[in-house]
């Protein structure tokens, strides 16, 4: 009788719990018919992949305030109240109040698309370094690559330079801890994003730092899809490792700063609040300077600023949409988006890798959206020199937007992000000539075959779908 009520107070406790977060109808049914089925281990597993954590802050708001403070000290007179085109005049707005982040003039942006010149430059940038280093990857193996950038943050340390590395305990599970441990030896400071043990049995087991930043000294700032591995460099079985990485050498270099320090708080209960860390910068105006935007996002933040950001910019292109993304698993808002977009008249093109980096179930998970999308008249172009795993989105000769970001739910939905938006024409049409230079190397999928696939093929794809929550 005792064990029957305290299973009864668990399950009413637990759908009252549910209800009240307001939800998706669909997803609070979910997760209430799996707690009545199952009440311990469906309340575990809610707590651990079901529960909303938006609302709880990273950093508590004085801190943040501080931050904030040095940020708009740092950028002064460089905040421009217009981007380059009216038409990006709400989106800019509606990401400042969301992400409060400034569009940002002055800037020279370099994009790579390949990981050896971009790895050269981020290492010659590091050995110029006087003040500082401070540096965030989602992976950071102990091969070769590793070990030229461990060797040179060691060095750098040596010099009395101030180094901290950031990575993700999670996609690092595997690497030895030695490798970090011999950096802190000299001097680097180390830290693990959710480290494995005790996040595992904790409700942030499914939050993941999925960012890319190296920031030099507050004036120069690296960000995108590239990570520190081997196989970034050399590709994989089937082919070369496309992506796309950016440098930033201007004043939005100070909110990619403001980033790492937030993490960096949020990690260690340390607040970096000196000035150094946002220096003034002189800038010279040119005809090559861009507008920024840093945009990040995570599941403690408010709002889901990127995925936001991306809605409000398909929902205003006019010409053309052109879409690089590794895995095509997206939230109902962006899929929405893109099918009124193509459905408008828009040229929408979704590129994609042709084969999985990481198993079978997300290819096929980003093959069962297809049906979505080509009834609208969306092109799917798959990638076939190698695996594609670029983010980014460019529209209409005038935006464009490199980052972390996949569009998946988990990148949308649940990762720590960042995205650089940039209002700037040259740097957009550079961005659109990238594309259709890696569609030369692709593969058009055409509608009426991908209607008579196999029923198996068709199924397996619907099957890996239901796991796309999670992937």
């Known amino acids: 009788m005792i064990y029957q009520t305290s299973v009864l107070f668990i399950i009413i406790g637990s759908l009252i719990l549910i209800i009240s977060e307001n939800r998706k109808p669909y997803i609070s049914l979910l997760w209430m018919m799996l707690v009545i089925l199952l009440p311990g281990v469906g309340l575990v597993f809610y707590f651990l992949l079901g529960k909303d954590y938006r609302s709880r802050r990273i950093i508590k708001a004085d801190e943040l305030a501080c931050l904030d403070l040095l940020r708009n ?38 994009i790579f698309t390949d990981f050896t010149p971009m790895f050269q430059s981020m290492l010659d940038d590091i050995a110029a370094a006087k003040s500082f280093v401070h540096i ?105 490792w496309r992506d796309t990485h950016i440098r930033i050498q201007g004043p939005a270099v100070s909110q990619l700063e403001l980033s790492i320090l937030a993490d960096w708080r949020y990690c260690t209960k340390e607040l970096l609040a000196q000035p ?82 990481r198993g079978a179930i997300t290819l096929n998970a980003s093959k069962s959206y297809f049906r979505d999308v080509l009834p609208a008249g969306v092109k799917i172009y798959l990638y076939d020199k190698g695996f594609m ?36 024409n040259d740097l957009a049409r550079r961005q659109r000539d990238i594309f259709l230079d890696d569609q030369r190397l692709c593969t058009l999928v055409d509608p009426d075959e991908w209607r008579r696939r196999p029923p198996l093929k068709r199924f397996l794809a619907s099957a890996a779908r239901i796991l796309a929550p999670i992937l």
Request: hydrophobic residues 40%; aromatic residues 10%.
């Open 73 to 110: 000290q740092a950028t002064g007179d460089s905040v421009l109240a217009h981007p380059n085109s009216d038409k990006y005049q709400k989106l800019a707005d509606m990401m400042r109040g969301a992400n409060d982040t400034p569009l940002l003039g002055g800037n020279q942006v370099r």
């Open 276 to 357: 150094r860390f946002f220096p003034t910068q002189t800038i010279k105006q040119s005809s090559t300077d861009a507008i920024v935007q840093i945009i990040t996002s995570g599941p403690m933040d408010e709002w889901n600023t990127v995925m936001q950001g991306m809605v409000q910019v398909i929902a205003q292109s006019r010409r053309y949409l052109y879409i690089q993304t590794p895995y095509f698993i997206p939230t109902h808002p962006i899929l929405l988006a893109i099918r009124n977009a193509a459905l408008a008249g828009v040229d929408v093109r979704i590129m994609l890798p042709s084969t999985a980096d």
């Open 136 to 240: 965030q990857f989602y992976i950071v193996e102990n091969d070769e690559v590793g070990h030229q950038l461990s060797d040179l943050l060691i060095r750098k340390a040596e010099q009395g330079i101030d180094v901290r590395l950031m990575y993700d305990s999670w996609a690092n599970l595997f690497v030895r801890s030695r490798y970090y441990d011999r950096m802190r030896e000299h001097g680097v400071k180390v830290q693990s994003f959710q480290k494995f043990i005790p996040s595992m049995f904790t409700r942030d087991v499914n939050c993941r730092t999925h960012r890319k930043i190296v920031v030099i000294d507050g004036l120069v700032g690296y960000t995108g899809g590239m990570n520190i591995a081997r196989r970034y460099r050399d590709g994989i079985n089937h082919g070369a």
């Open 389 to 424: 795993h670029a983010k980014t989105m460019v529209c209409d000769d005038d935006f464009v937007t490199i980052g972390s970001t996949n569009l998946d739910s988990r990148s949308l939905e649940q990762n720590f992000e960042v995205n650089a938006f940039i209002y700037d």
